[in-house]
């Protein structure tokens, strides 16, 4: 979700999220509570964000900054990781879907949300292959055209399923 929030102490905003607390201190941030996500992950495009757990105090908690990302896992303190590519966390309330140095194991539930399909991958050495991409406006035809491309893959499609091969090597 992405939140544009005018700060009033009279009455905070806070997200609750899988076990994490980001409270805004008059800010437009992102949050990322996926499922699949063993994380918590909030990034600050403008202001400032202080993330905790639930149960936490304010001294357990960080402030992000722009361009900063806030990490939560199950245990721990919140982790904060600067210099990120905004894109690849907040490009999709602009209508771009930024994959940027992740497997394509790690691509596929944004691909998933993104198409409402289902993906699957036929060998795991083609899952982890590591993807680089910014879509923007492209039909699901033309992503996956693209990413077979790049990845040395080919794709089937039945209904809703999409299922990813390695391609077969080219005859001489």
Request: negative net charge; aromatic residues 6%.
């Amino acid at each position: 979700a992405h939140f544009e929030v005018t700060h009033d102490p009279a009455r905070p905003f806070r997200v609750h999220a899988r076990g994490g607390v980001a409270h805004d201190l008059g800010t437009r941030f992102t949050v990322r509570a996926y499922p699949e996500l063993a994380r918590v992950e909030v990034v600050v495009t403008e202001g400032r964000v202080s993330l905790r757990r639930d149960q936490a105090t304010a001294t357990d908690s960080v402030v992000l900054e722009p361009g900063e990302l806030g990490r939560l896992t199950a245990s721990g303190p919140p982790a904060v990781v600067d210099s990120i590519d905004l894109a690849t966390y907040v490009g999709w309330t602009t209508g771009s879907l930024v994959l940027e140095g992740v497997t394509l194991a790690d691509a596929l539930p944004q691909l998933e949300r993104w198409f409402d399909v289902e993906i699957r991958v036929a060998d795991r050495a083609l899952a982890s292959r590591p993807v680089f991409a910014r879509f923007r406006d492209e039909t699901l035809t033309q992503v996956f055209d693209a990413l077979s491309l790049a990845l040395g893959a080919r794709y089937e499609r039945s209904g809703r399923v999409i299922t990813l091969h390695t391609a077969a090597p080219a005859s001489r």
